[in-house]
């Protein structure tokens, strides 16, 4: 019983542990999933964001410059060259400019020799020479021109936005230049929304930073890393080392201009929400875990059930096929029963015979009174003892036999009784002893005296017994030997053995000789059930059964029995044994 509690027990365990893996891998597979889903909508996300804030930023840059254009362009056009060169005229001009528009640092007009003829401004500018500045150059061949911001004479970083009046009678021109303060042109950028570690400035198309960044330094500086592709629109893109790992950036061309904004974000609220998202994760997988192994549990109980009921019903069918084989068992030895049986009543039928006959030959010219006399002095009364002694014992010889038989084919259900273990085993071998000496099988009986009554099922030990020593006959060859012997194991066990010099059993096998249905015999010649049978019947009788083989030299069989009732010893007569057959 504990054996079958531990294997149910196991049972439970092993199924237990498999279906809370199997359930566990796939609940690691959808964390492991949702995570990496969640992460890259938050990375889509984030990169979207930022996208459409560098898209808003751009979009307000590239319209403050081209309302400062579009101002320049309205006073080139409704004034002559003439009216702009008078520091008045261009006053009036620069006032309403910066009423209007503000952010204009000063206003000038530079004569195509590229001097500075007038100037409105902070800064005393009147009469610099400009000819040789990129900014001129550029704007006397594209008449419109938003410069680099560079330093210049005031040694202050701005810009300038300038464009150019020809003379009406086409030999001349003029350049109108309004200058803004860098500063202004960081304030343009700070629409999108930076944390501590984030940044975003704008450098031009060579690379130069014109307004300053957190990260790669202040304005006029050289962009460390490769100035991008122009391509239409925010462009996102992973942020790779040495600038950090984990962040993105993004950039676009700002149209109009020699310029492009750039932002790099390292804080990114993906990752942080992806974090707290996994904490919760990780919460509701060690909630899943709980309910999983709770439920696997509950699920693991009743399977085990199930099949605990299954085995029952297994076992009852069992017992079902070892009654039918046992009453298989009853029909081999119908023979030599019937041969046993018959003898016996022979000697009954002879010897009755032969009293009658003497009785009427005496008594055939007798009257009574002469009969009685010649009973009483008949000379044949040892005689007739003898002969009725010898009937009694047929009959109980007879009654002997069909006790044991009806015995052995008692229903197996366990109906314990105090019995002699060597008697038991001597009324067993009884019933194969003509097999025996037919094959000429040596069978030697070694059992030990004064052995503790024991209390079990003798009907069914018998089983086991004749199912053992039955096997023994059929193993060994004509001629060989079997060993059935007794002995006390302690206070209180006691062990049977039955040994016999046949061909052995392979070790590959040994282990599954007690499993149903498995059989070494020739096909045809066993079932398969006899050695399961038995170890069933030894484990209900609370015994032990082993089995030890050595190829070409035997098979040995030990049973071991408790002896429950270890005060009740039946002692010998002196020298009595039951010595080796």
Known sequence: MAQSAKRYWNMKVYITALMVSITLSLLVVTLVVSHVWLKNFLREETRSQLSWQMENTKNNVEYFVKVKLSALKYISSQY??????????????????????????????????????????????????YSNHEWFQKTVVEDTYVSDVFTGYR??????????????????????????????????ITAVRLKEKDDVF??????????????YGSVLGKYPMAVPVNQPGVNIMDLDQPYGSGGIRGYAYIKN?????????????????GRIFLKELLSVFILSLLIIFAATIRMA?????WIKEADRKRENALTEIEHSSKLASIGRLAAGVAHEIN???????????LIKDILEMSCESMNVEKFHAFIGEMKNKDKFIQLSNGILDAV???????????????????????????????????????????????????????????TTDKGQLQQVLLNLVNNAIDAVDRGGSIEVSTKQKNDTTVV?????????????????????????????KGTGLGLSISYGIIKKLSGIINVESTPRKGTVFTVELPVKDAQHYKERPNGANYGSG
């Open 155 to 188: 040694a202050i970083p701005h810009f300038a936005i300038a464009v150019k009046k020809p003379s009406p009678n086409g030999k001349g021109f003029i350049v109108i230049r309004a200058t803004i303060d860098m500063a202004t042109l960081q304030n343009l």
């Open 343 to 353: 003898n016996p009543l022979s000697i009954i039928n002879q010897n009755a015979g």
């Open 496 to 524: 049977i053995i039955i040994r016999d010099d046949g061909p052995g059993i392979d070790p590959d096998i040994l282990d599954h000789i007690f499993e149903p249905f498995f059989t070494t015999k020739e096909r045809g």
């Open 301 to 305: 109980h009743v399977m085990v059930n």
């Open 80 to 129: 002559s060259s003439e009216e702009l060169l008078n520091h008045e005229t261009l006053y009036k001009c620069f006032t309403a400019f910066k009423r209007d528009f503000g952010d204009v640092v000063d206003l000038g007009v530079i004569d195509a020799d590229g001097v500075m003829r007038s100037y409105v401004g902070p800064y005393n500018l009147s009469g610099n020479d």
């Open 202 to 215: 704008i450098i031009s198309q060579k690379g130069v930073m014109q307004t300053p960044s957190r990260i």
């Open 396 to 454: 109980n010889r007879c009654r002997t036999i069909t006790h044991r038989l009806l015995g052995f084919a008692r229903r197996m259900d366990v109906t314990y009784e105090l019995i002699d273990l060597n008697e038991t085993i001597i009324e067993v071998i009884g019933f194969l002893e003509k097999e025996t000496i037919f094959r000429s099988i040596q069978l030697v009986k070694d059992f030990a005296p004064n052995l503790p009554a024991i």
């Open 257 to 273: 201009t020699p310029w492009i904004l750039v932002a790099v974000i390292m804080s990114r609220a993906d990752a942080i929400i």
